[in-house]
T-cell receptor, first 116, second 111 residues
Framework: GNSVTQMEGPVTLSEEAFLTINCTYT??????LFWYVQYPGEGLQLLLK?????DKGSNKGFEATYRKETTSFHLEKGSVQVSDSAVYFC???????????????FGQGTILTVHP | EAQVTQNPRYLITVTGKKLTVTCSQN?????MSWYRQDPGLGLRQIYY???????DKGDVPEGYKVSRKEKRNFPLILESPSPNQTSLYFC??????????FGEGSRLTVL
């Protein structure tokens, strides 16, 4: 079956530090890959996505590249801010039944705390 | 504004007392689903629906029911809640691209 593994947290950084959150996956076929972010007390929001190998998703200074050869989709940001403190989830969507809808399989989430 | 609305946001109940968590979306999405979020486990899918009157089990369906009588609504029903169903629940709807739009969550405590 499909699975997503994220680096264990929590991750604590100082403002302006470089961030990497590792994500690897196991899936049949050609999944789409996502990063979702959950701010305190809120639901999940899509941060970025990539739908095919070598695609780079980017948003709000965050980037992730779909690496099929290493089955990875690591999240990076060059300079984090206090406002980036949140829980980050890596997820994959594998096509089901030939439709475009895909059930999302999530990683366990990584808590990021950024200090001033 | 495009949104997924869940109610209630917080609920404390007792074992065996039936409850329903409502979910409504205004984006005309066909696909809707329910997830539960537990520490260290991420989000796990409970049930999903591909369209009106079409529902199917996710990864952890035991103890839950759903219905999809209208496109916009997808309620989650706990017929006889138990303490192991204490969790944070999220409803989501999906566009054709597969991107999920989440509600703000419903925190349920079963005593």
């Amino acid at each position: 079956g499909n699975s997503v593994t994220q680096m264990e947290g929590p991750v604590t950084l100082s403002e302006e530090a470089f961030l990497t959150i590792n994500c690897t996956y196991t899936a049949t076929g050609y999944p789409s890959l996502f990063w979702y972010v959950q701010y305190p007390g809120e639901g999940l929001q899509l941060l970025l996505k990539a739908t095919k190998a070598d695609d780079k998703g980017s948003n709000k200074g965050f980037e992730a590249t779909y690496r099929k050869e290493t089955t990875s989709f690591h999240l990076e940001k060059g300079s984090v801010q206090v406002s980036d403190s949140a829980v980050y989830f890596c997820a994959l969507s594998a096509r089901a039944g030939g439709t475009s809808y895909g059930k999302l399989t999530f990683g366990q989430g990584t808590i990021l705390t950024v200090h001033p | 504004e495009a949104q997924v609305t869940q109610n209630p946001r917080y609920l404390i109940t007792v074992t065996g007392k039936k409850l329903t968590v409502t979910c409504s979306q205004n984006m005309n999405h066909e696909y809707m689903s329910w997830y539960r979020q537990d520490p260290g486990l991420g989000l796990r899918q409970i049930y999903y629906s591909m369209n009106v009157e079409v529902t199917d089990k996710g990864d952890v369906p035991e103890g839950y029911k759903v219905s999809r009588k209208e496109k916009r609504n997808f309620p989650l029903i706990l017929e006889s809640p138990s303490p192991n169903q204490t969790s944070l629940y999220f409803c989501a709807s999906s566009s054709i691209t597969g991107e999920l739009f989440f509600g703000e969550g419903s925190r349920l405590t079963v005593l």
